[in-house]
């Protein structure tokens, strides 16, 4: 199994105190949030996520601060550094598009509930309720394809950047070491958001667990604890039942803790995004002078 990038002590992590001996205090604080960032607990729960992506935001506000210092901005703009920073150019596109397929699930999946609410508070009856839910399985459905293949174009940067190799050398070598490392951590947290947001395979979920509960026991009982703190699953799982029984019993609070759920997760999600588009737009700008 490949190690999370959290937990990559790499070729990258290797190298985090190759930075000038007389370390700038924004490199510091850098490292600082890399170090609180890998230190993480590794459940995903909407909480753990969400301080992910609050502590995600800090670390690029002091990117940017990074990628104002005179020396970085020399240090990149150098003529052999250019492949590693057209690199990173194309690698950022990776990130933004996951952000993308994020977000996008987060609105489609907070339309769908917001529906939904509205049509239990009007009484509309259960066909109307039926018509909604059978909507709302599909947009997860359509979702979960797209998270499926965002966390794939992850993993696969993820090997690259795990397996990727350049000098060390010099105060150069010491600026693309900190944003390889920058980029790891990101990798990871917007795996943990994606996974987080598509959730289990509720429909086949019970037949899996039943082939393997007395060898996985320990392993499933930590799911199932994840599961009970995932809200956009459970409001999934509550309309999932409603379909096979009808029974709405705790459909309006599940569904109204998956909406404040899906709220939290996009400021968090939509704050970070401006930020990693801000570092982009720096970095293209070093290039281009």
Request: aromatic share 4%; charged share 25%.
């Amino acid at each position: 199994m490949a190690a999370s990038p959290l937990n990559v002590q790499s070729s990258f992590h290797a190298r985090s105190n190759s930075l000038p001996s007389r370390q700038h205090p924004v490199a510091s604080q850098i490292d600082e949030n890399l170090n609180r960032l890998r230190a993480s607990q590794s459940a995903s729960t909407s909480s753990s996520i969400g301080d992910k992506l609050n502590c995600l935001q800090d670390l690029y506000d002091y990117v940017d601060m990074f990628l104002q210092l005179p020396l970085t901005q020399q240090d990149l703009a150098q003529e052999q550094q250019r492949k590693l920073v057209e690199q990173l150019l194309d690698e950022s596109l990776v990130l933004l598009d996951a952000c993308g397929v994020a977000k996008d699930a987060l609105q489609q999946t907070k339309e769908c509930t917001q529906e939904l609410q509205s049509i239990l508070r009007r009484r509309r009856g259960v066909e109307g309720l039926a018509n909604e839910v059978r909507k709302y399985l599909t947009s997860r459905k359509a979702a979960r394809k797209a998270i499926c293949k965002a966390i794939k174009n992850l993993k696969h940067m993820e090997n690259k950047l795990t397996s990727s190799s350049f000098s060390k050398d010099g105060e150069t070598g010491a600026v693309i070491s900190t944003l390889k490392q920058v980029e790891a951590v990101t990798i990871s947290v917007l795996e943990s958001l994606l996974s987080f947001i598509s959730g289990p395979e509720a429909e086949s979920k019970t037949s899996r667990w039943s082939l393997v509960s007395k060898l996985m026991h320990q392993k499933r009982v930590m799911c199932e604890e994840e599961q009970k703190t995932n809200e956009i699953a459970n409001a999934e799982a509550a309309l999932r039942s409603f379909v096979k029984s009808g029974n709405v019993e705790n459909v309006q609070n599940e569904l109204q803790n998956s909406e404040m759920c899906i709220q939290d997760l996009e400021e968090g999600l939509e704050s970070f995004y401006r930020r990693l588009i801000k570092a982009r737009v720096t970095v293209l700008n070093i290039l281009n002078c």
